[in-house]
Nanobody
Framework: QVQLVESGGGLVQPGGSLRLSCAAS????????MGWYRQAPGKQREWVAT???????NYADSVKCRFTISRDNAKNTVYLQMNSLKPEDTAVYYC?????????????WGQGTQVTVSS
C-alpha cells in the first residue's frame, strides 16, 4: 500500500498563498494520477485538482486560475500552489493517488492537512 504524507497547511490571511506538498512512498508514483481534494466542516469532500502521469492538469471551477498542481517524479511529490486564498478555501486538504498495477487498482489517501483562511 502506498503511503501519502501531506504538509504545508496552516493559517493564512485572505489574499495570501500557501503551497501544499504530498510525498508518496513506493515506486509507482511516476505512473500514478495524483489529485487534491478538500473537505470543509459540515460538507462533503470535494475534488480540487488532478495531474496525470503525463502532466496534464484539471481544476475545479472554484479554484481555477488561483491554484496550480504540479509534480516532481524524482522526489515522488505532488504540490498544490494556492494563491489569492479566500475564506471559503478553508478545509482539510487531502492528497490522493490512483494507479493500476498488474490489474490491481490502487487508490490511496493521505491523512490531510488543515488550511485556514482568516483575518
Amino acid at each position: 500500500q502506498v503511503q501519502l504524507v501531506e504538509s504545508g497547511g496552516g493559517l493564512v490571511q485572505p489574499g495570501g498563498s500557501l503551497r501544499l506538498s504530498c510525498a508518496a512512498s513506493g515506486s509507482i508514483f511516476s505512473i500514478a494520477a495524483m489529485g487534491w481534494y478538500r473537505q470543509a466542516p459540515g460538507k462533503q469532500r470535494e475534488w480540487v485538482a488532478t495531474i496525470t502521469s503525463g502532466g496534464s492538469t484539471n481544476y475545479a471551477d472554484s479554484v481555477k486560475c488561483r491554484f496550480t498542481i504540479s509534480r516532481d517524479n524524482a522526489k515522488n511529490t505532488v504540490y498544490l500552489q494556492m494563491n489569492s486564498l479566500k475564506p471559503e478555501d478553508t478545509a482539510v486538504y487531502y492528497c490522493n493517488l490512483r494507479a493500476t498495477v498488474t490489474f490491481t487498482n490502487i487508490n490511496s489517501w493521505g491523512q490531510g492537512t488543515q488550511v485556514t483562511v482568516s483575518s
